[in-house]
Nanobody
Framework: QVQFVESGGGRVQPGDSLRLSCAAS????????IGWFRQAPGKEREGVSC????????DYTDSVKGRFTISKDNAVNTVYLQMNSLNPEDTAVYYC???????????????????????WGQGTQVTVSS
C-alpha cells in the first residue's frame, strides 16, 4: 500500500520560513520524479516544484524561484520543501505526489501534466498571515 504523508505546515508571519516533508511508504521515491503542489481556497491545484529521479535536477514555478528549495533524502525516502521569505500568497494546502510517467520532471507548471501524478497525500496547511 502506497502512502504519502506531508507534514511541516503551520501558521507563520510574512518573511518567515517553513520546511515541509513528504514521507513515502510502499514506494521508493528515488524511482520517480516527485512534485510539490499547492491549492489555495477557491483555486485550482498548482505545481510548485519538482525533483527528478534521474539526476536529482530541480525546477520551480516562477512565483517561488529563489525562495523555495526542493531536496530529497533517499535514505529515509523523504522529499523536502524548504520555503523561505513566505508571503500571504503562499497560503495553501501543500501536497506531494509521484509522477508515474517520468523519472525527469516535466518542467511544466500550467497544469497540463497534473494527470501524470499519483499517490496524493492529505496535504499540510500553510498559512502566512500577519
Amino acid at each position: 500500500q502506497v502512502q504519502f504523508v506531508e507534514s511541516g505546515g503551520g501558521r507563520v508571519q510574512p518573511g518567515d520560513s517553513l520546511r515541509l516533508s513528504c514521507a513515502a511508504s510502499g514506494v521508493t521515491l528515488s524511482d520517480y520524479a516527485i512534485g510539490w503542489f499547492r491549492q489555495a481556497p477557491g483555486k485550482e491545484r498548482e505545481g510548485v516544484s519538482c525533483i527528478s529521479a534521474s539526476d536529482g535536477s530541480t525546477d520551480y514555478t516562477d512565483s517561488v524561484k529563489g525562495r523555495f528549495t526542493i531536496s530529497k533524502d533517499n535514505a529515509v525516502n523523504t522529499v523536502y520543501l524548504q520555503m523561505n521569505s513566505l508571503n500571504p500568497e503562499d497560503t495553501a494546502v501543500y501536497y506531494c505526489a509521484a509522477n508515474l510517467m517520468r523519472r525527469r520532471c516535466p518542467g511544466d507548471y500550467t497544469g497540463r501534466t497534473l494527470h501524470e501524478y499519483s499517490y496524493w497525500g492529505q496535504g499540510t496547511q500553510v498559512t502566512v498571515s500577519s
